[in-house]
């Protein structure tokens, strides 16, 4: 079973250098807020699938410090799988410091980018090449999105999921999101100049012929997961409420590959006239959506707070359930901070599942309301303006 046996960190985020043997089983990161404890995760999870989970561009995980004076950040992993161990370095270069505009001080801000740079085993890689070497489940407080939220995030549920444990959907995937790219180009530009109908036929072909194995994956994906997820809500419910996923698809998946091709395309061809108007491809999986309904209520238009928190936790649940399942080899859990909405009894329940798995970190505020329930059989670091203590038992 795969789990991170090591995590260095230079000049990320708060933290100038720390350097960490994390044991399998449970570690647990507790401070106050804003000492570096998600940093920690985010760390963690980006040596996973190759991107943070929270930055919106990536020189804010750069230290502002190093930036300033042209210093690169880094991360560096050691993961062990089948007995055999791997490093994985992902690093962010800044502009040099002479590159930075000073401020009205004279003091040069923040780099406008930062190049971004990783290595498997001292080998090129990319963020595509380095998802699925560690499996990883990530469960956040804006988890509520899942229920609440768009459906983009929805989307990228499935796509991180199946990613993980399936690698030609990512190939799928990357050629749809290159071709949907390409094709919204052609629309747009179609506005002041012909277009030449052979130019985007070979667009049209590349998005039917990825789309359909997106579509396909992602019906058979929402299959699978259902039953786990609705086991996990009966047991986080404490009640006979019933979770039940319904796939939403643009372009409704058919019996064979080639008859949701010609399906694909029969739909965008009826759609010519509303793409012509808005210059944005009208149907595909970039439009897909997944309904949840508990006890036969759309969660998305009537869950609670709480209930929405319910059904994510266990839509998280049933996802490492699946990754577990299709990669034989059990995920890391990450939890950032999951439980100060919760009761007593379900951050019990919610650990122990947890727990269940080769390696969970957690961070936390309150490390007793953890200690209560796995006491001693978890290691314990204490995190504070960027530095990390030695665990505790």
Do not use: C
């Not at 507790?30 to 020189?59: D, I």
């Not at 919204?184 to 012929?209: C, F, H, I, K």
């Not at 809500?233 to 019996?255: F, G, K, M, N, W």
């Not at 929405?308 to 359930?321: G, Q």
């Amino acid at each position: 079973m795969a789990y991170l046996s090591r995590l260095s960190l230079t000049n990320y985020r708060n933290f100038r250098q720390v350097d960490l043997e994390l044991p399998a089983g449970v570690s647990v990161f507790y401070g106050a807020n804003a000492q570096g404890k998600t940093a920690l995760l985010e760390a963690a999870y980006t040596l996973a699938v190759g991107r943070s989970f929270r930055a919106e561009r990536e020189r804010q995980v750069v230290n502002l410090g190093a930036a300033r004076s042209g210093k690169a950040a880094y991360i560096t992993g050691a993961a062990e799988r089948d007995q055999q161990a791997f490093t994985v370095v992902v690093g962010y270069q800044p502009a040099a410091a002479t590159d930075l505009p000073p401020d009205d001080y004279g003091i040069p801000t923040a780099p406008p980018s930062v190049s971004k740079q990783i290595r498997v085993n001292r080998r090129p890689s990319t963020a595509a090449g380095l998802l699925g070497r560690i499996g990883a489940v990530l469960f956040v407080v804006d988890d509520l999105n899942l229920v609440l939220g768009s459906p983009s995030h929805r989307r990228r549920y499935l796509d991180v999921l199946i990613s993980q444990s399936h690698r030609p959907y990512l190939d799928a995937l990357q050629r749809y999101q290159a071709a949907l790219r390409n094709r919204n180009g052609l629309l747009r530009r179609q506005r002041a100049v012909p277009v030449a109908s052979d130019e985007m036929e070979y667009w049209d072909t590349q998005l039917v012929q990825a789309g359909a194995t997106v579509v396909s994956e992602r019906a058979e994906t929402i299959d699978r997961l259902a039953d786990s997820a609705d086991s996990h809500y009966v047991e986080l419910a404490e009640s006979d409420q019933t979770l039940t996923i319904e796939h939403r698809p643009s372009v409704p998946p058919q019996d064979s590959t080639a008859d949701t091709e010609a399906l694909f395309r029969r739909m965008l061809q009826q759609s010519e006239a509303r793409e012509r108007a808005t210059a944005v491809t009208a149907v595909g999986p970039h439009r897909d959506d997944f309904a949840i309904f508990a006890s036969g209520m759309d969660a998305h238009a009537f869950a609670s707070r709480g209930e929405a928190r319910t059904i994510a936790l266990s839509l998280r649940l049933a996802e490492a359930d699946y990754l577990a399942q299709a990669r034989d080899d059990d995920p890391v859990i990450m939890l950032d901070d999951v439980f100060s909405e919760m009761d007593a009894q379900r951050r019990e329940r919610v650990l122990r599942k947890a727990a269940a798995y080769r390696q969970t970190l957690i961070t936390t505020t309150d490390p007793e309301a953890v200690r209560a329930v796995l006491g001693n059989g978890a290691a314990y670091f204490h995190v504070s303006n960027g530095f990390v203590s030695p665990p505790e038992s």
